[in-house]
């Protein structure tokens, strides 16, 4: 066993991506994050993780703000940290499959526009879904991060994770996180994992989790003492909850040991003082909704994301079917286990989610399946650890053609097709890739960017004309 070398440890602040997405519905605005950006980037931190698929979703469809605009802003801002992204693989921030030159412009631009490091995972660990933006990500100079979707059940041992980890070290990943999207990794098993994934591979390794089972904090200290090298943690006011241990938490715990980050207290305590009204503010109108800020240990009982467990209740709600959340809740697992045990994150998480309520709701299990059930048993999200559950999967999609191939060799590039439909409404490059990934979000933006532009140039004429009073 190698001697761990104990070394200050470096951190991760997601309170303008995570953080924000977890707590409040992804709704932080641009006009809120930058005044605060150059104080951040003061703080020494690893990185800051600002862009995603949701924040990108939510910027066009809610804020009406371009996010590549917001990713140039907080650049601009941030002269001395690293900028980070979340990635979904060959999804890109969407929900399908991309051409493998929309994925490699995707990163490209991404690089151009001021993104240093890109987290890349797949829900369903499939390492092909990766490839694509792992190569593109080294070939633009960016750094390239392969996570791993952390999830419980009988083929997820140790063996598994190293194995994997290897692989993705092999693969010229820069580094590895361990994405614990649901708070499911318990102390003493971080121990396990770090320690074994460190005497595996040499990149670095980063841990990722989320407060939602109380268990975070803990977790953080056993994986820095087995040796983790980066955690990612929120400024307090959007801490705990189903978002990530709190940040000066976790400073102030490495204090005069030798994981001491080194980072300013004051510092810190300025920004939080700058994030809590918007906190308060977020409670007053009911973004923030306190039921999102305790201890939920149902995650743990049900090994479900909080985020999934919400989805669930309005779900049911919309087919008035609520007394059936426990019933619900027993059949996730069980739908898991016919899907081959992946782990559930976006989207996966969404799809078994909605297939356990109509096995629940619909009086029969499979009797209705989704697109995305009969997909997925298809082979079109890649493939699952376990094989999938063949009844099942005969029950689903008949004897419909199953792919075991790459998922993406079946989608050819596609960029000048989007191109040429999206032409009129182009400003910036970039407006393609918007385009790309919400294709109706995108065109209602652009039209109210429109809009909006030609509202301004009467303002001038007007004011030009005289025709404001002085
Ligand atoms: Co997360």
Not at 85 to 96: D, E, H, K
Not at 110 to 128: E, P, Q, V
Not at 135 to 141: D, G
Not at 263 to 286: C, M, N, Q, V
Request: hydrophobic share 35%; with cysteine.
């Amino acid at each position: 066993m190698t001697e761990i070398a104990k070394k200050p440890i470096k951190i991760t602040e997601t309170i303008l991506r995570d953080a924000h997405q977890s707590l409040i519905a992804t709704r932080m605005t641009t006009e809120q994050m930058l005044p605060i950006v150059e104080k951040l980037d003061q703080v020494g931190y690893h990185s800051l993780e600002c862009w995603g698929g949701a924040t990108f979703d939510a910027s066009l469809r809610f804020l009406k703000e371009d996010p590549w605009d917001r990713l140039r802003k907080i650049r601009d801002k941030a002269k001395n940290t690293k900028l980070q992204m979340l990635f979904r693989g060959q999804n890109i921030l969407g929900y399908r499959p991309y051409g493998d030159d929309v994925v490699e412009y995707f990163v490209q631009k991404s690089i151009a526009n001021g993104i240093d490091i890109i987290r890349i995972f797949d829900c369903l660990n499939d390492l092909r879904n990766l490839e694509t933006a792992v190569k593109a990500a080294n070939k633009e100079k960016g750094h390239a991060q392969v996570a791993l979707s952390y999830t419980l059940g009988d083929a997820y041992t140790l063996e598994y994770w190293t194995n994997i980890a290897k692989e993705i070290e092999n693969m010229g990943a820069d580094s590895i996180c361990i994405k614990d999207m649901a708070g499911l990794l318990l102390p003493y098993t971080a121990t396990e994992l770090v320690t074994a994934l460190k005497e595996t591979v040499k990149i670095p390794i980063q841990l990722h989790t989320h407060y939602t089972s109380g268990v975070g904090s803990m977790t953080y200290l056993k994986a820095v003492e087995a040796g983790v090298d980066v955690i990612d943690c929120a400024m307090s006011p959007f801490a705990l909850g189903t978002s990530q241990p709190a940040t000066e938490v976790m400073v102030e715990t490495f204090k005069g040991t030798p994981y001491d980050t080194g980072y300013d207290t004051k510092l810190l305590e300025e920004i939080a003082d700058y994030f809590r009204p918007i906190r308060d503010e977020a409670l007053e109108s009911g973004l923030l909704d306190p039921k999102n800020m305790g201890v939920n240990i149902k995650t743990l009982i049900y090994q479900v994301p909080g985020g999934m467990l919400s989805n669930l209740t309005s779900q049911l709600k919309d087919l008035h079917a609520e007394d059936k959340y426990y019933e619900v809740l027993e059949e996730v697992p069980r739908v898991r286990q016919d899907f081959g045990e992946c782990p559930l994150v976006t989207p996966s998480s969404q799809i078994v989610g909605s297939q356990a309520v109509m096995n629940v709701v619909g009086g029969e299990r499979y009797k209705m399946v989704t697109k995305e059930s009969k997909d997925l048993l298809s082979g079109h999200y890649g493939k699952t650890v376990k094989p999938f559950n063949e009844e099942v999967q005969k029950k689903c999609i008949g004897d419909a053609e199953v792919i075991t191939c790459r998922p993406a060799d079946l989608v050819p590039n596609e960029l000048e097709t989007l191109e040429a439909e999206m032409a009129q409404y182009k400003e910036q490059d970039e407006d393609v890739l918007s385009y790309a990934l919400f294709p109706q979000v995108a065109v209602d933006f652009f039209k109210y960017r429109e809009a909006q532009k030609t509202k301004m140039d009467a303002t001038v004429a007007d004011t030009k004309n005289g025709a404001y009073p002085v």
